[in-house]
C-alpha cells in the first residue's frame, strides 16, 4: 500500500447490479448529485495552462512512427521467421505493440489531443480502434461518460473492475478471452442495424447509423483476412490480424488496470479515484504517459506529452504519486483480492494538507448596466489573443474570448454538452474547446463544432469601447 493511501472501512456488500447502466441507476446517481457533476480542478496558472495546452504535430508524429516501424519491423520478422522456433519473440512483441500499447494511441487519438492536425488524431483513432477490437463510434461516447463521471456507479461504461472483484474474468481479460465473443457479438448486432438499451443510454440516436457503418467496415476486414488465410493456407494472417489481443491484451491490462481499480466509488475528485505512477521511459512511451492519470482526468485537453510538466505544476496539491508501476500492483493485488470477500473496501487516498479547494476566480461587474444594458467588464488589455474569461452576472455564467485576429466573441459560460466551465476551455481558431470532452463551438453563432456537443450555445453581444470590453447578455 502506498504511504498516502489508507483502507476505508468496511461498508455494505454492493449488490452488482447496481453497476448496469440503465435508467433506474442512471436516475439515482443523478438524484444522489453525482451525474455530470462539477469536478474538483487543482489551481494551474492561466499562462501555464496555455502553454501546456499546445498541440504540435512534432512530437506526436515522431512517436507514431516510432510505434508504427516497431510494429512493421516485428510484423516483418514475424513474417519471415514463420514456420521456425524463432518466431515466437518477434510475435510476442508484435502482439504487446499491436494488442497493448494500440490502446494508449486508441485513447489519444480519441481525446483528439495528440496531433495539431485533426485528421491525423480520427485516422489514428479508427486504426487503434480496430486494432484493440472496439468499435470507434460506440467507445467515442462510451468514454465521453468516462469522463463526466468516473467511476460513478450506474453512470460509468469503463468500470474495469465492479466490486465484487471477478478475478477469473481480470485474469481472461488479460487474453482478452471475453472481449473475442463480446466484440464480434457487438459486430455482428450493430452490422444488422440493432443497438443494447445500455448503448442507447449514453449515445445520440443520430450516431446510429455511424456505429453500424463501422461495425460492417470491421466484418469485411476480418472477412478478407480469412479468405487470405483461406487461400494461402496459413494461420498468418491470422496471427498478425486477429489474434494478437490474445497474446498482447496483457500490456494493455498490465497499464489500463493502475487508472482507477481499488480506489474509491462515487466521488467528485480525480485525486480520490484515479491512480498517478511514475515510470521510465519505456513504459512512458508505451502507455503514452497515461501513468499521469489524476492529471489527465482533471486536465483532458492537455495532450500527453506535456503531461509531465502538468504533474510538476499540480503534484503538491495531489496525493504522492505513485514511485514505480509494481508499486501500483503491490496495492491493486491485495485490494482486489480483499473486495472478493469485502466489496464495500477500497483504497481511501489521502490528499496532501496543502491541497487546495479554490475555484479560478470570475469577473464581476463591478458597476450595474448602462442605460442600454451594456456592463463594463475589463480593460481590453485583460483578455489576450487566443484566450477566454469567465463572467458572472445575476447568477448567470458567461464567457468572453477574443480569438487569434483578436474579434471578441460573447456566449453562455457552461457547455450545453455538461455542467463545465467554457473559460476553463482552449480557443482554437474560432472555436472554443470544452475542457471535458473536447466538443467544440463556433464563437460566431454557438453552433456545435465537435462531437460530442450537439446543441447550440447562447450567444450575447460584446464590445470594446475606450480601451474597455463591454458585455451585453441578450
Ligand atoms: S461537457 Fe462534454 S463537451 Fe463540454
Not at 448529485?33 to 489551481?43: I, N, T
Not at 450516431?207 to 460492417?216: C, D, L, Y
Not at 504519486?321 to 482486489?336: D, F, H, M, N, R
Not at 479547494?357 to 464581476?364: D, F, L, S, W
Amino acid at each position: 500500500m502506498s504511504a498516502t493511501s489508507k483502507p476505508t472501512d468496511q461498508v455494505a456488500f454492493p449488490d452488482p447490479s447496481v453497476y448496469l447502466l440503465n435508467r433506474q441507476n442512471s436516475r439515482k446517481a443523478m438524484e444522489a448529485g453525482l451525474a455530470e457533476a462539477e469536478w474538483y480542478q487543482s489551481p494551474v496558472p492561466r499562462a501555464k495552462m496555455r502553454k501546456l495546452l499546445v498541440r504540435r504535430n512534432g512530437p506526436a508524429l515522431r512517436d507514431a512512427f516510432i510505434w508504427f516501424g516497431l510494429i512493421f519491423a516485428s510484423a516483418a520478422a514475424t513474417i519471415s521467421l514463420w514456420g521456425t522456433w524463432w518466431v515466437i519473440a518477434p510475435y510476442l512483441i508484435y502482439a504487446a505493440l499491436f494488442a497493448g500499447s494500440a490502446d494508449a494511441r486508441w485513447h489519444e487519438g480519441l481525446h483528439g489531443t495528440a496531433f495539431k492536425t485533426d485528421w491525423l488524431n480520427i485516422a489514428l483513432y479508427e486504426i487503434a480502434s480496430f486494432m484493440v477490437l472496439r468499435e470507434s463510434t460506440v467507445w467515442r461516447w462510451s468514454h465521453t461518460r468516462h469522463h463526466s463521471d468516473t467511476i460513478i456507479v450506474g453512470r460509468d461504461p469503463e468500470i474495469a473492475v465492479p466490486r465484487p472483484p471477478d478475478i477469473t474474468g481480470m485474469l481472461l481479460g488479460c487474453f482478452a478471452i471475453k472481449r473475442y465473443p463480446k466484440y464480434f457479438g457487438n459486430l455482428l448486432h450493430h452490422a444488422r442495424g440493432q443497438l443494447a438499451e445500455r448503448e442507447r443510454e449514453f449515445i445520440p440516436e443520430d450516431e446510429f447509423p455511424k456505429i453500424f457503418r463501422t461495425a460492417r467496415v470491421h466484418l469485411a476486414v476480418y472477412l478478407l483476412v480469412m479468405a487470405a488465410a483461406l487461400i494461402s493456407g496459413s494461420f498468418l494472417p491470422l496471427f498478425l490480424i486477429g489474434l494478437p489481443n490474445i497474446f498482447g491484451t496483457w500490456l494493455m491490462s498490465l497499464y489500463g488496470l493502475t487508472q482507477h481499480t481499488g480506489l474509491a466509488e462515487n466521488v467528485l475528485d480525480h485525486r480520490l479515484n484515479s491512480r498517478t505512477f511514475l515510470t521510465n521511459i519505456v513504459n512512458r512511451f508505451l502507455y503514452l504517459n497515461m501513468n499521469y492519470h489524476v492529471e489527465h482526468h482533471m486536465f483532458p485537453l492537455v495532450p500527453y506529452y506535456n503531461l509531465p510538466a502538468l504533474h510538476e505544476i499540480v503534484k503538491d496539491d495531489c496525493p504522492a504519486p505513485y514511485p514505480s508501476l509494481w508499486a501500483c500492483w503491490k496495492e491493486i493485488i491485495p485490494t482486489v483480492a480483499r473486495q472478493t470477500e469485502e466489496p464495500g473496501y477500497h483504497i481511501q487516498r489521502s490528499l496532501p494538507p496543502t491541497a487546495g479547494r479554490e475555484k479560478k476566480p470570475a469577473i464581476k461587474p463591478s458597476c450595474p448596466a448602462d442605460a442600454e444594458g451594456w456592463l463594463e467588464i475589463c480593460p481590453s488589455a485583460a483578455l489576450e489573443d487566443s484566450e477566454v474569461i469567465r463572467v458572472n452576472h445575476h447568477d448567470q455564467t458567461y464567457a468572453i474570448y477574443r480569438d487569434g485576429e483578436g474579434q471578441l466573441y460573447a456566449t453562455d459560460g457552461i457547455c450545453t454538452h455538461g455542467k463545465t466551465h467554457l473559460a476553463d476551455g482552449l480557443v482554437i481558431e474560432k472555436m472554443i474547446e470544452c475542457p471535458k470532452h473536447n466538443g467544440r463551438f463556433n464563437l460566431a453563432d454557438g453552433s456545435p463544432a465537435r462531437r460530442p456537443v450537439c446543441k447550440a450555445l447562447q450567444t450575447h453581444r460584446v464590445r470594446e469601447v475606450s480601451g474597455r470590453i463591454q458585455f451585453h447578455p441578450s
